[in-house]
Each structure stands twice: as structure tokens, then as C-alpha cells.
């Protein structure tokens, strides 16, 4: 049973416009939660991070949302650049981290010129 | 500052063999954690280990295991090598580990094909 969900397996977006992708998870102990970006042939490179104290954190032109009634976060990217073009993993830790970092199956960001 | 290392890059291996990949951490980090990626299960969390302990621990077989030394350096092994174990391994450094508010940065891997 997936604990943390991508819906979107791939996303287009203008070069210019905001991306926004949408991360869902189900276990009520996740507390801390962070967005990877990933090229291929590449580990993941962290992007942004939230913990569940707040509902909103900014990094340059990244701001990752968090809604805890909902279970859901999202990651906006205003205004998408052609490097951004990749695969972006949402990925959940408990408090404590027994179970480390549980991942999405991922979000292909393709930003168009 | 120097990244998180792996070694080697791509490993090709036989069905039935053992395979040790090594992970250096990014300088001062304790925490060292590996993750299995796949088509199939996407990343998939092995095991942490922290100051030489093995802290926390994924849902994989007993066939998996793992070390760190004193200088934080970790190494994974997986004995009795499987089709399915043919994966991207990667390795993650973080200051205290996941269990304190610390991201994780990723090494770039180790391809394993098991033939």
C-alpha cells in the first residue's frame, strides 16, 4: 500500500508559467516532508523541505504547501525554467524517521519553450 | 564541499554471487542511509546506520546488510544475488539522520545488474 502518492506521472508546463505538483499521503505520522529533484543517471538533489508545524515554506522559486486535514502538499515553481525539466519525488518521514524516508513514484516535470 | 561518493558506479554480477557497494558521506555527516530504486517499487528504504549503528531498518530480506566505520564511510551488502535485486542503489548523508528535522543528500548511485 503506497503511504505517499504522485498521481501525475508526467507534467507539461510553458517555460515561464507555474508548475504545480501535487503530493497525497496516508499515514498521520509522517511529520516532516521534503521534494526531491531527480536527472537521470543522478541521485536526487534535495529541493525544499517542510515540517508539520507549518503550511507554508519558500525558497526562491520554490514554495512547497502543505494541507494536514487533507493529507496533501504541493510544490510550486513560478516561473518554470527549462532546467527544471526532471523528475520530482515528494517523499515523508515519521517522527523518529524507524521507517526513513518514504517516497511518491515520482512526477516527470517537462517545461516547454 | 565534496559531495556524497559512491563506488563503484556500475557493477554486473551473476545469479547467486555476493556484491559489496560503498558510500562515502558528505564531511561531517553521521548518517548514512541506502535506498533501493526500481521501475517497478520506485525508492525503497534499506536501512540507516548512525555513529557505527545500524538505526533503523527497511522491509528488506536478511540478505541485505550493511556497516559504517568510524569515519562515517558505510558499506552494503547483498549475498545470494537475485534477478530482482538488479537496481539503482543509492546512498544518503544527512547531519543526525531522519530522525531529526535534516534532509538527506544523495550520492549518485550504484547500477547493479544481475545476470
Known amino acids: 500500500d503506497q503511504q505517499v502518492k504522485q498521481n501525475s506521472p508526467s507534467l507539461s508546463v510553458q517555460e515561464g508559467r507555474i508548475s504545480i505538483l501535487n503530493c497525497d499521503y496516508t499515514?498521520?505520522?509522517?511529520?516532516?516532508f521534503l521534494w526531491y529533484k531527480k536527472y537521470p543517471a543522478e541521485g536526487p538533489t534535495f529541493l525544499i523541505s517542510?515540517?508539520?508545524?507549518?503550511d507554508k515554506n519558500e525558497d526562491g522559486r520554490f514554495t512547497v504547501f502543505l494541507n494536514k486535514s487533507a493529507k496533501h502538499l504541493s510544490l510550486h515553481i513560478v516561473p518554470s525554467q527549462p532546467g527544471d525539466s526532471a523528475v520530482y519525488f515528494c517523499?515523508?518521514?515519521?517522527?523518529?524517521?524507524?521507517?526513513?524516508?518514504?517516497f511518491g513514484k515520482g512526477t516527470h516535470l517537462i517545461i516547454q519553450p | 564541499k565534496a559531495g556524497v561518493t559512491q563506488t563503484p558506479r556500475y557493477l554486473i554480477k551473476t545469479r547467486g554471487q555476493q556484491v559489496t557497494l560503498s558510500c562515502s558521506p558528505i564531511s561531517g555527516h553521521r548518517s548514512v542511509s541506502w535506498y533501493q530504486q526500481t521501475p517497478g517499487q520506485g525508492l525503497q528504504f534499506l536501512f540507516e546506520y548512525f555513529s557505527e549503528t545500524q538505526r533503523n531498518k527497511g522491509n528488506f530480506p536478511g540478505r541485505f546488510s550493511g556497516r559504517q566505520f568510524s569515519n562515517s564511510r558505510s558499506e552494503m551488502n547483498v549475498s545470494t544475488l537475485e534477478l530482482g535485486d538488479s537496481a539503482l542503489y543509492l546512498c544518503?548523508?544527512?547531519?543526525?539522520?531522519?530522525?531529526?528535522?535534516?534532509?538527506?543528500?544523495f550520492g549518485p548511485g550504484t547500477r547493479l545488474t544481475v545476470l
Open positions: 544518503a548523508s544527512s547531519l543526525t539522520g531522519t530522525g531529526g528535522y535534516n534532509e538527506q543528500f
Open positions: 517523499a515523508a518521514s515519521p517522527k523518529g524517521g524507524a521507517d526513513g524516508l518514504t
Open positions: 517542510i515540517s508539520s508545524i507549518k
Open positions: 499515514n498521520s505520522m509522517f511529520d516532516y
